[in-house]
């Protein structure tokens, strides 16, 4: 048990499909993190949200649209994806003290969903 | 921006020798060093973290790293390594003045250890 929980742990889907990836964490963080992670690329950071405001989009295609309902929760909404957006995707969480602190807490991952696109 | 190289994609060993991954960083400021280990079919893990103080940090399942400011590094070593210590490592850095748990990774090694 990580903490962090995601489901599906895998999804396959056409290009013309709507999914949504679902994160819960049960630490207690007030930061949550949506990365991909691709064969033989670094960790890519999509999306960071605290105490459930966007504080940043990496530049991530609109096909992929994040919610953050509670601190607890987070989703990443899918639709009309391409194949090379074929990857894992790991939530993560983290305690930060402030927006401004220079601290910065470890992430704890939860243990990823592969999604294939067909 | 920051960048991580870790130097070595794949590294072989036999049970119960020693290992080091290798990780260098790029960085005009001070950071924040991480090793993160994935086991397969699930996510990252933290292995040991340099915040400050001594450059000599230990981490969970015998590992430990030493970061080299002058030569901005963070190896990653063990002295005896098991079969269950196969699995993928990373390395991740962060600015100290960064928000928010912002971290780069390296591309990963994935250690591989025979009996």
């Known amino acids: 048990e990580t903490g962090v929980t995601q489901t599906p742990r895998h999804l396959v889907m056409g290009m013309t499909n709507k999914k949504s990836l679902k994160c819960e964490q049960h630490?207690?963080?007030?930061?949550m993190y949506w990365y991909k992670q691709s064969a033989k690329k670094p960790l890519e950071l999509m999306f960071v949200y605290s105490l459930e405001e966007r504080v940043e989009n990496n530049s991530v295609p609109s096909r992929f649209s994040p919610e953050c309902p509670n601190s607890s929760h987070l989703f990443l909404h899918l639709h009309t994806l391409q194949p090379e957006d074929s990857a894992l995707y790991l939530c993560a969480s983290s305690q930060d003290l402030d927006r401004f602190s220079s601290y910065n807490s470890p992430l704890h991952f939860g243990n990823g969903t592969r999604l294939t696109v067909t | 921006a920051q960048s991580v190289t870790q130097l070595d994609s794949q590294v072989p060993v036999f049970e119960e020798a020693p290992v080091e991954l290798r990780c260098n960083y790029s960085?005009?400021?001070?950071?924040?060093l991480f090793w993160y280990v994935q086991y397969p079919n699930q996510g990252l893990q933290l292995l040991l973290k340099?915040?400050?103080?001594?450059?000599l940090v230990k981490g969970i399942n015998g590992f430990e790293a030493e970061f080299n400011k002058s030569q901005t590094s963070f190896h990653l070593r063990k002295p005896s390594v098991h079969i269950s210590d196969t699995a993928e490592y990373f390395c991740a850095v962060s600015d100290r003045g960064s928000t928010l748990g912002r971290l780069y990774f390296g591309r990963g090694t994935q250690l591989t250890v025979w009996p």
């Open positions: 630490l207690g963080h007030n930061a």
């Open positions: 340099y915040l400050s103080g001594s450059t």
């Open positions: 960085s005009s400021v001070s950071v924040y």
